[in-house]
């Protein structure tokens, strides 16, 4: 099937640095959602996009539909320990329900203290 | 907030056992979908259902079934375990066309 290219695939930061993701696709999409998951739960909704250009931000955590369709941006300013785990975008194309999202593989991210 | 309770956060089974999974939400979400995820191959989707009663195949539906019974519950069947089914099984709801997903916690399911 389809698949987002999520990248990077993991980061090792310091506390306090700011950190950037994004998602790419062959395809358009028209909508992209930004997951985080931690050890042993499942993925949390951060951020839902719905426009292209939009830019939506959740506290320290900032989100952009790209202009193109075909790509989203997750940054994360002033990072603490807890924003540690697995980030996922998720894509749905033009056409079609929920069933359709694609999920990127996940960055993986990791802050130390 | 969306509530979508796994009723096991771990299992442990043996190969050619039958296994239930369940799923219950609580915002009246039509559709319900499982997944499993593996490291290295993301997010597949396994089965969704749209409504009471029906349901459709995703993209890796082979050796599982469902069941959905009631608009909150959604059940995923493993009719004979395999070792290669072992994997975190995640249950999802959501309101409709391109709406965001809703994640259960999770199942960690070991087959041995």
């Known amino acids: 099937g389809q698949q987002l290219n999520q990248s990077p695939q993991s980061m090792f930061i310091q506390e306090g640095e700011d950190v950037s993701m994004n998602c790419t696709s062959s395809?358009?999409?028209?909508?992209w959602l930004w997951y985080k998951q931690e050890p042993g739960e499942g993925p949390v909704l951060l951020i839902a996009?719905?426009?292209?250009?939009e830019l939506t931000s959740n506290g320290r955590l900032t989100a952009q539909f790209g202009i193109t369709r075909k790509d989203s941006f997750l940054n994360i300013s002033a990072s603490i320990p807890s924003d540690v785990g697995i980030y996922f975008c998720?894509?749905?194309?033009?056409?079609?329900?929920?069933?359709?999202?694609?999920f990127g593989k996940g960055t993986k991210l990791t802050v130390n203290p | 907030d969306v509530k979508v309770t796994q009723s096991s956060r771990y299992l442990v089974k043996r190969t050619g056992e039958k296994v239930f999974l369940e799923c219950v939400q609580d915002?009246?979400?039509?559709?319900m979908f499982w997944y499993r995820q593996d490291p290295g191959l993301g997010l597949r989707l396994i089965y969704f259902?749209?409504?009471?009663?029906?349901?459709e195949k995703g993209d890796i539906p082979e050796g599982y079934s469902v069941s959905r019974e009631k608009k909150e519950r959604f059940s995923l069947i493993l009719e004979s375990a395999s070792t290669n089914q072992t994997s975190m099984y995640l249950c999802?709801?959501?309101?409709?066309?391109?709406?965001?997903?809703?994640f259960g916690s999770g199942t960690q399911l070991s087959v041995l």
């Open positions: 998720a894509g749905a194309p033009n056409q079609g329900g929920s069933e359709k999202l694609v």
């Open positions: 395809s358009i999409f028209n909508t």
């Open positions: 996009l719905y426009k292209a250009g």
């Open positions: 915002m009246d979400h039509e559709n």
């Open positions: 259902s749209y409504d009471v009663k029906m349901k």
């Open positions: 999802a709801t959501g309101g409709g066309p391109n709406e965001k997903l809703f």
